[in-house]
């Protein structure tokens, strides 16, 4: 045992140095773990895990799905649900059916209840994936919202079919109007599951006398409990799971108060969520050799040329449902007509950008290894299709989308005002909000507390330069070079103060205490550039 996580301690490791030279030429992280989890694979005396299935489900999925949960805009997953739903759930439902019957025509054994399981697990594409390859790249608001709306739902519709399926293959008993109400059922009460627990949870952080550090450590329990709560009756966890965080982002603002809860979340959210989906693909590296291995009456050649047609068809469907699903309702609807064209452009880059990656693996992985004391039927070939799509969709798609993004030009699609625009008005409404309080409830403070009055006038400063600055964006692209120059300039200014207060540190004459808080204050400040992504 010992031995085992000291190996998978130094494969992290390298796997980060990955990451790293991944960050350095600019290349999407998942791309170098998908290639990492094959490297992996070939290095000579590596052991084999046997991980208990059920385990790999229960660990990996329900904090990868709060995590896409919580970083949904409600109101823009609100208005764009139409195509959301039209990808998450019936491109979901339409990729697994296809896949089921070409794979149970296509591999020797095959039978249609496995078809369904493998259409299953590589229907759903990943959202770390497609936001990390358009990462820093100018794609329109409402593609975006799109991608990561279809990816935190299909990620439930996929799971739930998974679920039926397995079911199928262990009872061989299925019906289609019984499994439809049984889909509806079982789906409808884990929404009704996680919206009850999120509400225990959301009086828990608001009234209870939390820390940050606890509230950091209910918010990874969160998305463990729902998810058992709903298994518990029988009901969807998966459901449960998405609308509980759902729920708990869109109430968050009342929930965590304070900037110091909101940064430790953001850092222990960040790093969980990478370091899972780093051992997500390092244990399918060390499960490998076994898989091809007990691939039995496949070859891997076999193995390989099914993975191949599978990525392929998975692809081919995409475009085939992203189109008509862009433009038949526009046709239909004189209302949907109102919104702006998405033309070409947003379909292609939609189409393209569906790349498999971290929970189409685990939920292969939670495949069971047994079904009535005997191995569970053509889970090793499964697991190695599912590892072919993702290294073909995720280096594939993954390299290329970039530079079709880049050779299309594409445009906003939408009149959205951009992100400078945007923040420098929020910050101006603030500035505002407080120079109107300490004008109607604190004016003689001003002249009786001189810190008082300085905040007054930072305040009628800042409120003057974020007019002119609002006024700038307003009028031409030239100008707003000044303010990006102006934002360099502070950004070398709090680098030179990060050292300032490392020297500080070091000559030991202020506590360790307010130094921390000076650091917290520059995090802040910088945060307002940069945004919360960097």
């Known amino acids: 045992m010992h031995h085992n996580l000291l190996l998978i301690l130094a494969l992290l490791f390298v796997v980060f140095l990955l990451v790293m030279l991944a960050q350095r030429i600019k290349v999407a992280y998942p791309i170098f773990l998908d290639i990492a989890g094959l490297g992996i694979s070939f290095i000579p005396g590596m052991p084999v895990l046997h991980l208990d299935p059920d385990l790999i489900f229960l660990i990996f999925l329900p904090p990868l799905l709060y995590e896409a949960a919580w970083y949904t805009s409600w109101n823009d997953f609100w208005k764009w ?92 008993a299925f019906s289609m109007q019984e499994a439809t109400g049984q889909f509806f059922l079982v789906a409808g009460m884990g929404v009704v599951i996680g919206l009850a627990g999120a509400h225990v949870m959301y009086f828990i952080h608001r009234f209870l006398p939390t820390t940050p550090a606890i509230d950091a450590a209910l918010t990874v329990m969160t998305p463990y409990i729902l998810f058992l709560a709903a298994e518990q009756f029988h009901y969807s966890g998966v459901m449960a799971v998405v609308s509980g965080g759902l729920f708990i982002s869109w109430r968050s603002h009342e929930i965590f108060k304070t900037g110091s809860t909101r940064l430790n979340m953001l850092g222990v959210w960040t790093t969980l969520i990478f370091v899972m989906n780093a051992l997500v693909f390092v244990l399918i590296g060390l499960e490998l050799p076994e898989i091809i291995h007990g691939l039995g009456e496949y070859s891997i050649w076999d193995g390989i040329r099914y993975g191949l047609i599978i990525s392929a068809i998975t692809i081919a469907l995409r475009f085939l449902w992203v189109y008509p699903a862009a433009f038949v309702p526009r046709w239909l609807s004189a209302r949907i007509r109102k919104d702006p064209s998405p033309g070409w452009k947003g379909p292609l880059v939609i189409g393209w950008a569906g790349m498999r990656g971290v929970v189409s693996l685990a939920t292969a992985l939670s495949i069971p290894l047994l079904m009535d004391g005997n191995a569970f039927p053509h889970r090793n070939i499964i697991i190695f299709i599912t590892f072919v799509v993702i290294f073909i969709t995720l280096v594939v798609q993954g390299l290329t989308l970039p530079f079709i993004i880049k050779f299309i030009k594409i445009e906003e699609i939408d009149n959205i005002a951009r992100s400078e625009e945007q923040q420098t008005g929020i910050q101006l409404k603030l500035d505002e909000l407080a120079l109107a309080i300490i004008n109607q409830h604190h004016l003689n403070k001003t002249k009786e507390n001189e810190l008082v009055g300085f905040y007054k006038d930072g305040l009628e400063s800042n409120i003057t330069e974020g007019r002119k600055q609002l006024a700038s964006l307003e009028c031409n692209e030239t100008e707003i070079e000044e303010i990006h120059v102006y934002q360099h300039v502070l950004l070398d200014i709090y680098a030179a103060q990060r050292k300032e207060l490392f020297k500080l540190r070091k000559g030991k004459f202020y506590s360790d205490e307010e130094i921390r808080k000076a650091e917290l204050q520059l995090d802040l400040n910088e945060l307002k550039i940069t945004g919360a992504g960097h």
């Open 81 to 172: 649900k139409r195509p959301i739903a039209l990808l998450a759930f019936g491109l979901v439902f339409f990729t697994s059916t296809v896949i089921a019957y070409t794979s149970a025509s296509l591999i020797p054994g095959f039978t249609l209840a496995l078809g369904f399981l493998l259409g299953g697990i590589v229907s759903p594409p990943d959202a770390v994936a497609a936001a990390t390859v358009l990462k820093g790249m100018k794609v329109p608001k409402r593609v975006l919202t799109i991608l990561e709306g279809e990816s935190l739902v299909n990620d439930a519709s996929s799971l739930i079919v998974f679920k039926f399926a397995l079911a199928t293959v262990l009872t061989g």
